[in-house]
């Protein structure tokens, strides 16, 4: 016999917002997103985010990991990789029983110095730069911009650099062409609104002395020889980046929103830190907390997921606890906590409106990432997602499913592949965003918050 209608409505699916879910979420998500603000600010690159979590880590009884050391059920460790990608492990009390890792990043869509960065043009001071990541090159013009690093120099002595961040500091700033003139620009395609090479920095007017050539130039060397003690041929071994310069903010009248730098992927990396934290005891299975560097640009360099940085360090945690590395590891699972890109009405037709994820309406769990046919995604089992799914649901976290966009639009990718690439079930769950890879993202409160819970019941996930 046929259901009745309202019967059949019982078997929908229909994802509802965190707000008509969970009670008191609001409140609870309002006060923890204050300490993701503090991380995103001192977080604005890899470098920032590693100081940063390492002295938490620390204040909480996390020890530098060493692999002659045997380490033992609640131990607490971190693994510094070279300053740019950390990770950190509470070893489980079943020392076969594998890992439950949360894998993110903390570098970030950005404008790099190049290697030769100084010269001058008509009086004007400039970087030249390189960006890193897939940016929207034209939305990183006329907006206030910091500069990050270091400089070693010959010495081998290392100096930091952060200029732009102090409400004190002067700020950078990429010149955009004014609109009264700007009847050729326009007529370009979006993509060459401002061009590789037309992103450049503007360092100053000032000349050091009369108004010959490269004067201008040799007063921004000045200035840096006199903060810094460098000359121009320590630029070239230098790591040195431009990022907005703004702070995180409350979004939106209702202030439910952060708008920020950074948020891919910040906005995974501070809720799979925060839960490992405050795990209130040992796990069974060992947590592990990545915080990668380089996947912007395909997780390649030894700080990328595709470095064997992370075996080595799972392979010294077997040998200290005599476990076999290879059942270790068969026995691990990953989220690939990596954000999703949130449905934008305002630009509805890139989507697929019904495997979108959507603002507010918990984290999202993306099966598959890739483009032209899933290409360059590791694609999770339906065992896994459905064991994820029941997991989320025994604890009351409020999940939905979303893709990037409609097919043959674009596509992206995360670290999953290079996870899946050791071995270990992977599955992509992260935070939904709108303006990705812009210099102010968007993220909800509710997900962020939603978030640290599903880290923390993941964490606590039994072998069985
Ligand atoms: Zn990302």
Not at 219 to 233: D, Q, T
Not at 363 to 371: E, H
Not at 378 to 395: G, P
């Amino acid at each position: 016999m046929a259901l009745t209608k309202d019967e059949a409505k019982k078997l929908e699916y229909r994802p509802k917002t965190v707000y008509s879910l969970v009670k008191e979420v609001e409140k609870t998500a309002e006060e923890y997103c204050e300490g993701y603000k503090e991380f995103l600010n001192a977080s604005k690159t890899e470098r920032g985010a590693v100081r940063f979590t390492i002295a938490e880590a620390v204040s909480r009884g996390f020890e530098s990991f060493d692999a002659k050391k045997k380490y033992n059920s609640g131990d607490k460790v971190y693994y510094n990789n070279r300053n740019k990608s950390l990770i950190l492990a509470v070893i489980g009390t079943d020392a076969k029983a594998g890992a439950n890792i949360i894998a993110s990043h903390i570098d970030s869509p950005r404008i790099d110095l190049k290697q030769k960065p100084l010269y001058e043009e008509n009086g004007i001071g400039y970087f030249k730069t390189h960006y890193y990541g897939g940016i929207k090159k034209y939305q990183w013009s006329a907006l206030p911009l910091a500069l990050h690093g270091v400089i070693i120099k010959k010495s081998g002595e290392v100096v930091e650099v952060c200029i732009g961040e102090d409400e004190n500091d002067p700020v950078l700033c990429i010149s955009d062409l004014m609109p009264h003139i700007g009847k050729d620009q326009y007529d370009r395609k979006l993509s060459e609104g401002i061009k590789g090479e037309e992103l450049n920095i503007i360092t100053g007017i000032k000349p050091l002395d009369g108004d010959e050539d490269e004067s201008v130039k040799l007063n921004i060397l000045s200035i840096l020889s006199e903060k810094y003690g460098i000359c121009e041929a320590d630029l070239i071994t230098a790591e040195l980046t431009a990022v907005p310069a703004m702070k995180a903010r409350d979004a939106g009248l209702d202030r439910s929103m952060i708008l920020a730098y950074g948020q891919d992927d910040k906005v995974c990396s501070y809720p799979s830190l925060t839960a490992l934290f405050e795990l209130d005891k040992t796990p069974e299975k060992t947590a592990i907390c990545i915080l990668a560097d380089k996947e912007e640009i395909g997780s390649y360099g030894v700080t990328g997921l595709n470095s064997q940085a992370l075996s080595h360090f799972i392979k010294d945690i077997c040998d200290s606890r005599s476990v076999s590395y290879t059942e270790f590891i068969k026995n691990s699972v990953c989220l690939s906590a990596d954000v999703g890109g949130a449905y934008d009405p305002t630009f509805a037709s890139a989507y697929d409106s019904r495997n979108s994820a959507f603002l507010a309406k918990g984290i999202v769990i993306t099966k598959y990432t890739g483009s032209r046919g899933k290409s360059g995604s590791s694609d999770a089992s339906a065992e896994l997602f459905s064991k994820i799914v029941r997991l989320f649901e025994k604890n009351g976290i409020v999940w939905q499913n979303g893709e990037y966009g409609k097919v043959d639009q674009g596509g992206a990718g995360t670290v999953a592949s290079e996870i899946a690439a050791m071995n270990i079930d992977v599955i992509d769950a992260g935070v939904p965003v709108l303006c990705m890879h812009s210099p102010a993202e968007l993220a909800a409160k509710v997900d962020i918050h939603m978030m640290h819970r599903a880290s923390e019941a993941f964490y606590c996930m039994t072998k069985d």
